[in-house]
């Protein structure tokens, strides 16, 4: 018999140690690594006794084949997939518990099987009875779907061989699954990565398409070793704040289709109701005539999407000023903040700043650098912005304002909404084109921008009036303007 070999392995990353520790020096987590036995997924008595095959060459030339889609009948799902499941390719959604990953799931595989293909649902969390009345509460109990509560992976890929190959497979979640061929607890990095590498090689081998559905762990980020999402084809995670009723699907990783790609949902009584038309109901409650709002025309893979962005800027009384955001990069909000004090003279040294995102929706591009320092400068000084204007453009650390990508499809998406006039880099001007119907307001540098805006405002009382004067850009407090 093999001779075992047990190490420490962290339940986070995935590291190995010869030696147990209380902090993982890969991934700086505490109380993590498990003791696992990691002398191989198969033993070494059966894994000589397998003789090698051979198998054909083929060449770079010859007749290449799109991979054939299959359709979820959910166009926001079809979206970020890249225009449906592609046979024999394996998918990791990953979300928050209570997030809406088994509601979306459920009514993906109703749907496909209302349409006569074979799909399967296997839970390793719930019993059938449970996932029946779910589907009954989002009236799809007539859906022939195929139930089953089961976590041995060798069951399943048993089971599964069966009869006609399953369109769709879907196994909730791939944390719960275990593999005799380890010996380790369910859940543990070499279990998950054991039973996932049994699942995707079933997958590639009937052309089945398998979703695994994962934990994430308090950072957001899906549970378990990296190595699982370089395994699979595609890697979506299901994002939303509790509060709210938006839920955002988006394509971290795929090899089939765009990254970047996200699609809107929202959650009802009866479940998710797709949203085409994100931008209209992320602005359906927009705080018209108040200081500190902007809105913001961003591209969210090959789609364009138009938020609010809200941001406070009020004294503070601590000796270290808060610093607080949602839906934004907190390492973006503090650059857009130096830059406005270092070329600009916004001191905010003495303030409190809030910024949100306004919907739920995670900001990833620079291109909302010009919009939030619009909507800081109006708070502070109190300057109400347009209300039929859009902001985009990345500042950089000298304040100039760079151009982005897409800058048509966002002044379209603009227009469409009824928006007037847009505010964009000035080496955007000839790329936007005259065909937006929009009034473009170029701009060169934030010092261009900061003006315009302090312009129009007025401070709060006489207690903050020598602030006043530091709103002013530094070249108008110099008699240089």
Not at 309 to 330: I, N
Not at 444 to 467: K, Q
Request: aromatic share 4%; with cysteine.
């Amino acid at each position: 018999m093999a001779k075992s070999t047990l190490s420490f392995v962290c339940q986070n990353c995935g590291a190995a140690y010869n030696r147990w520790q209380g902090k993982c020096e890969s991934c700086g987590e505490w109380n993590t690594l498990a003791e696992e036995d990691t002398s191989g997924s198969v033993p070494v008595s059966i894994r000589s006794k397998r003789k090698g095959r051979t198998f054909a060459l083929e060449s770079l030339s010859g007749k290449t084949q799109d991979a054939p889609r299959l359709s979820s009948g959910m166009s926001e799902l079809d979206r970020v997939t890249g225009g449906g499941f592609v046979r024999g390719s394996v998918l990791l959604l990953g979300g928050d518990p209570g997030i809406g990953k088994s509601t979306l799931l459920t009514q993906a595989t109703s749907l496909l099987a209302r349409a006569g293909h074979r799909v399967v649902y296997i839970s390793g969390e719930e019993a059938v009875a449970q996932v029946r009345l779910r589907a009954e509460r989002l009236g799809l109990s007539d859906a022939p779907v195929q139930l089953a509560a089961e976590t041995s992976v060798e069951d399943i890929v048993s089971t599964l061989s069966e009869g006609a190959v399953p369109r769709l497979i879907v196994i909730d979640s791939i944390q719960t699954m275990w593999t005799d061929t380890v010996e380790s607890a369910p859940g543990t990095v070499t279990q998950v990565r054991a039973s996932a590498q049994a699942l995707i090689r079933f997958a590639k081998k009937t052309g089945a398409a398998i979703i695994l559905v994962g934990h994430v762990t308090k950072d957001g980020q899906i549970a378990g070793p990296r190595v699982v999402e370089h395994m699979v084809d595609a890697v979506m995670s299901f994002e939303g704040e509790g509060s709210q009723q938006f839920r955002i699907l988006r394509a971290v990783k795929n090899r089939f289709g765009p990254t970047d790609e996200i699609g809107v949902f929202e959650m009802t009584g009866l479940g998710l109701r797709e949203v085409t038309n994100p931008s209209e109901l992320f602005l359906s409650e927009r705080d018209l005539g108040t200081p500190g709002t902007a809105v913001f025309a961003g591209i969210e893979g090959t789609r364009p999407v138009l938020v609010e962005l809200q941001a406070l800027v009020a004294p503070t009384s601590l000796g270290t000023p808060r610093r607080a955001v949602v839906g934004w990069d907190p390492s973006r909000l503090s650059m857009v903040l130096a830059v406005l004090e270092a070329h600009c003279g916004v001191k905010l040294s003495g303030h409190d700043v809030y910024l949100n995102v306004a919907g739920g929706l995670r900001i990833h591009e620079p291109a909302a650098d010009l919009a939030a320092a619009a909507a800081l400068v109006s708070s502070l000084v109190n300057a109400q912005l347009p209300t039929d204007a859009v902001y985009f453009g990345e500042i950089s650390l000298s304040g100039v304002v760079r151009p982005v990508a897409q800058t048509p499809a966002r002044l379209k998406e603009a227009a469409k909404l009824g928006f007037q006039r847009a505010v964009l880099p000035e080496s955007a001007r000839g790329e936007a084109g005259g065909d937006a119907g929009l009034t473009l307001n170029a701009v060169n540098s934030l010092t261009t921008l900061v003006a315009e805006i302090a312009a129009r405002g007025s401070r709060r009382g006489e207690s903050n009036a020598p602030a006043e004067k530091n709103a002013t850009p530094a070249r108008f407090r110099r008699g240089e303007g």
